[in-house]
């Protein structure tokens, strides 16, 4: 299920949002990928091994080299849709990221996405992750 954090519903993305930049948030490891409307793919980058204020530095490097629309960020769910902890720390998290760069943040449910990821044998499960919910977001837009 994709929604909108702090825009519009995806059905109404515009042009304008090409580049994005995924977040699969972690409290441990923040996995991370870029992608492009154009082609509705994704490529993983390297995770990030930082919490707190080092963590959004090292999100802010990543902005600054990709220079991305919008942010795109996983929010957990149990497999049955119930919210529980770390969706509301993700839920948290894509409301600092707006409020720090000024972005439009967009959810998208990532039940499963680690678990694909691992079963595809990637070495960086949460970069996979994150490439994961990216292009589930892309594959959503008009």
Not at 13 to 20: E, I, K, Y
Not at 90 to 96: C, H, I, L, N
Not at 106 to 120: C, G, I, K, N, P
Request: hydrophobic share 45%; glycine share 8%; with cysteine.
């Amino acid at each position: 299920m994709t929604q909108a954090v702090f825009t519009p519903p995806v059905a109404t993305v515009g042009a304008a949002l090409n580049t994005f930049l995924a977040i699969d948030f972690g409290q441990k490891r923040t996995g991370v990928a870029v992608g492009n409307r154009l082609l509705r793919t994704a490529q993983p980058l390297a995770s990030i091994q930082a919490q707190g204020d080092a963590r959004f530095a090292q999100i802010a490097l990543r902005l600054r080299e990709w220079q991305p629309d919008a942010l795109v960020i996983g929010v957990p769910y149990h497999p049955d849709g119930a919210s529980h902890e770390n969706t509301v720390r993700a839920k948290k998290f894509g409301r600092q990221l707006h409020g720090r760069f000024g972005l439009p943040v967009f959810e998208v449910d990532e039940r499963y996405s680690t678990t694909e990821a691992l079963q595809s044998g990637a070495r960086d499960a949460d970069a996979a992750a994150a490439c994961i919910i990216l292009e589930q977001f892309l594959r959503s837009l008009p």
